[in-house]
T-cell receptor, first 115, second 113 residues
Framework: AQSVTQLGSHVSVSEGALVLLRCNYSSSVPPYLFWYVQYPNQGLQLLLKYTSAATLVKGINGFEAEFKKSETSFHLTKPSAHMSDAAEYFCAVSGYGSGTYKYIFGTGTRLKVLA | EAGVAQSPRYKIIEKRQSVAFWCNPISGHATLYWYQQILGQGPKLLIQFQNNGVVDDSQLPKDRFSAERLKGVDSTLKIQPAKLEDSAVYLC???????????FGEGSRLTVL
């Protein structure tokens, strides 16, 4: 069975400060891992994905995440927060079976950026 | 390319009434997912279709929820009768068979009074 745990339902950072959103996963097979962002009243948008290639994955809007198998983690970072980064962020794990992909989402972390 | 289309965006109903949501996937996307997102929680899979066949409906409350995917394209999700706890955003997502990358619609927000 696969699962993800996001530590911290709310995170506040000052504009220009480092953003760190935590995600730990559980998977019995090599996982595909994703970060999605959700702005108010919108659907989820893909930020970045890990699919067993490079362990450091770069995404859109300056975000990146590092896959650490030994720690079963896939934390999301951004060196300098911008006001427009305020949103909810979801970590997800995916597995392939029966000819299709299945996704499990974390409970989300709401990022607040302070001026 | 056009994105995943959902309607209606907002719906308010009384408990015990019925409601239906519609999803039009990105052209060529074989897999379609309906998720329920309750405020403050992550998306929870209700049902997953591969073309017009059901892959997973293990978390669909079948006594009140139903879904179909007509000819492997559009899909509808129906709730009858609605309960207060069904208040949530219903997200439709689709993906290609090869990459599996999910594309989400904007969601349909349901309020049950």
């Amino acid at each position: 069975a696969q699962s993800v745990t996001q530590l911290g339902s709310h995170v506040s950072v000052s504009e220009g400060a480092l953003v760190l959103l935590r995600c730990n996963y559980s998977s019995s097979v090599p996982p595909y891992l994703f970060w999605y962002v959700q702005y108010p009243n919108q659907g989820l948008q893909l930020l970045l994905k890990y699919t067993s290639a490079a362990t450091l994955v770069k995404g859109i809007n300056g975000f990146e995440a590092e896959f650490k198998k030994s720690e079963t983690s896939f934390h999301l970072t951004k060196p300098s927060a911008h006001m427009s980064d305020a949103a909810e962020y979801f970590c997800a794990v995916s597995g392939y079976g029966s000819g299709t992909y299945k996704y499990i989402f974390g409970t989300g972390t709401r990022l607040k950026v302070l001026a | 390319e056009a994105g995943v289309a959902q309607s209606p965006r907002y719906k308010i109903i009384e408990k015990r009434q019925s409601v239906a949501f519609w999803c039009n996937p990105i052209s060529g996307h074989a897999t379609l997912y309906w998720y329920q997102q309750i405020l403050g929680q992550g998306p929870k899979l209700l049902i997953q279709f591969q073309n017009n066949g059901v892959v997973d409906d293990s978390q669909l409350p079948k006594d009140r929820f139903s879904a179909e995917r007509l000819k492997g394209v559009d899909s509808t999700l129906k709730i009858q009768p609605a309960k207060l706890e069904d208040s949530a955003v219903y997200l439709c997502a689709t993906s290609r068979s090869d990459t599996g990358e999910l594309f989400f619609g904007e969601g349909s927000r349901l309020t049950v009074l």
